[in-house]
Structure formats: structure tokens, C-alpha cells
């Protein structure tokens, strides 16, 4: 609804939309499909910590921009982009910026004001609230319009027609109340269980990479690649631990993922990415199980690889002409 219906209300004078390479399927998905109705896509590129070079995204706006959408958290990555200054470009240009802040209420500091958003996209599942509720907020003043994709009743000042789940909406408020007590908690508790993951992983096993910035990013999501490891046959072995080889809404498909291809992270390397996701009930003995089962895979599949078997021995398998049979 933000994506389009902001650039369907000023089609008239703004027909340039930017996002950024790495953003979650929904806002893709949205862009292309305004791709399809004639207006134009600018798809930043990001450096190889995963955030925006914002002098690229300042050269990127023309007068007829109509939105900037960049998420704040990366849904596989966990990267956190700097939302103030990316709100302070779109600002001197008078460019309305959108934000996907589902991976970011109640798990960092957020402020509208502060990173001068329009309109923000939010969603209760994330926040251990109800599946199915989600909200956006639409900035007052300035005033910023959208044109609603529903039409109907009239509901919510005419943007999105229909009765809402009263039992769900309630959920949502009591989780974010929640999430904003135990924020703080979360964080210190979160991190440690963080660095227990990552040590207890790389004490043990050499090629292990962590994709993402490592100074702006949500200490819950961690995501790692294991050199001469395939991360499908890693995520079988792994059964008894809810890690993934990539977004939730992607995975369907057997491709590397697309975020850390826009990082330039080798195909072979992003094929054997894992995502650990932290959160607020997971336990210390919860993260020494996923090392144990981790370590125990990644040897297991290492073993059965030539490809190691020859690294171990100081070839160097990039240089090696493969011949065809």
C-alpha cells in the first residue's frame, strides 16, 4: 500500500521510484509491478557490509522522484542502515522516504522524527505478537498521500477498507508495549547469545564468514557462510535447529540468495549461507545445542569434499583449470 499507493496518487508529476537491491520481496515485488505500469526503478547497489553508499543514493534522485523505500533491518543479513542521514538526503530533496521496519520495532531504537520517515511498514509477528495484523504509519504533517489499493467502507481514513481483527490489533498493541519494556533486556541478553554462537562456531571450524556489517546490525540475526560446505545438505543435517538458508519468503528457490549476491559474495559462498535467528526466549543451552550440531555437520560434509580435502593440502582451487569431460 505505501510503495503504490504513493506513486499512484502523484503519477501525474513523479514517476521515479528508488529501493535498494537488498530489500525484502514485498517492496521488490511492488516496484516491479509499478515497472509494469511505466514508472521507473532506481535499484541501489550496497557495499559489501550490506549498507547504502549514500552518495550514490543522493546522486540517484531526480526532480521526478516520487519515494525512497529502504528498510532499516535486512530481513537475512541484519544490517541496520543509517536511517538518519538517509532521512536527512530525502529531506533537503523533498523526497518522500518509505522504510520496512518489520525487522526493527522493538528490537532497536525507533524514531519517525528523528529519521524523518513518511510512512513505515510494520508487522506483529515480529515482535512475538499475532500473525496476520500489520500497520503502517502515514506521516500528518507535511502531509503525505497515498492512493488506497482497496476501496469500500472507508476504514481507516479511507486507506484500507474493511473491519479490522479486533483481537489482533489489540495483540499487536500489547506486543509492542511489551517489546518496548523488555527492549533494553533483550538487546544485552540477545548479544551475548550472539557472541556465544559465533565464538563457539569459529573455535572450532576454520572458513566461517559472517555476511553483514558487523558494527550496524541487529545482534539477533546472525548470518554465516561455510567455505566448502553446500548450505541445503547443512540445513538437512540440522533438523533439530529453526535456521534457515535464506528469507522465509524466498525460499522456494534453489538460487543463492539475492542479498548476498548484491553484496558480491561468490555464488559458492552464498550457497552455503545459513541464517540463526536470536530471540527473546532462546536459551544458553539452546546456542550451545545449535554449535554442537553445527560444528558436528559442517566436519561431517567437509569430510566427504574433495574440494577441502584439497585446501588442506595448500592447492589453490581458484587458479585450477578444470578440464570437460
Request: charged share 25%.
Amino acid at each position: 500500500m505505501a510503495v503504490k499507493g504513493v506513486m499512484h496518487f502523484y503519477k501525474d508529476t513523479k514517476k521515479h521510484v528508488i529501493t535498494t537491491q537488498t530489500e525484502h520481496k514485498c517492496v521488490l515485488d511492488s516496484c516491479r509491478h509499478l515497472q509494469q505500469e511505466g514508472f521507473e526503478v532506481t535499484y541501489l547497489p550496497v557495499k559489501t557490509d550490506g549498507l547504502v553508499d549514500l552518495e550514490m543514493l543522493r546522486e540517484a534522485i531526480r526532480p521526478d522522484t516520487g519515494l525512497v523505500s529502504i528498510m532499516a533491518v535486512n530481513n537475512e543479513i541484519g544490517v541496520v542502515q543509517p536511517m538518519e542521514e538517509i532521512g536527512m538526503i530525502c529531506k533537503e530533496h523533498n523526497v518522500p522516504f518509505h522504510t520496512d521496519a518489520a525487522q526493527a520495532i522493538g528490537k532497536i531504537p525507533v524514531d519517525v522524527k528523528k529519521w524523518n520517515v513518511a510512512l513505515m511498514s510494520m508487522s506483529a509477528h515480529k515482535i512475538y505478537g499475532p500473525k496476520g495484523v500489520g500497520a503502517l504509519y502515514v506521516r500528518r504533517r507535511p502531509r503525505i498521500r497515498l492512493e488506497p489499493l482497496m476501496n469500500g467502507g472507508g476504514q481507516e481514513r479511507g486507506l484500507r477498507s474493511g473491519t479490522g481483527a479486533t483481537q489482533q490489533i489489540v495483540g499487536f498493541g500489547a506486543a509492542c508495549e511489551l517489546a518496548m519494556k523488555e527492549m533494553e533486556y533483550d538487546e544485552k541478553w540477545i548479544k551475548g547469545l550472539q557472541e556465544r554462537l559465533l565464538n563457539g562456531v569459529r573455535e572450532k571450524l576454520d572458513g566461517v564468514v559472517v555476511n553483514g556489517s558487523m558494527d550496524s546490525r541487529y545482534v539477533g540475526n546472525l548470518n554465516l557462510s561455510f567455505a566448502y560446505v553446500e548450505g541445503e545438505s547443512l540445513l538437512m543435517g540440522l533438523k533439530e535447529v529453526a535456521v534457515s538458508s535464506g528469507s522465509a519468503c524466498t525460499s522456494a528457490s534453489l538460487e543463492p540468495s539475492y542479498v548476498l549476491r548484491a553484496l558480491g559474495v561468490d555464488e559458492d559462498m552464498a550457497h552455503t549461507s545459513i541464517r540463526f535467528g536470536i530471540g527473546r526466549f532462546t536459551t544458553k543451552e539452546e546456542i550451545d545445542k545449535a554449535v554442537e550440531l553445527t560444528v558436528k555437520q559442517v566436519e561431517k560434509l567437509r569430510e566427504m569434499s574433495p574440494l577441502y580435502e584439497m585446501v588442506k593440502e595448500g592447492i589453490d582451487i581458484k587458479n585450477i583449470q578444470w578440464s570437460q569431460h
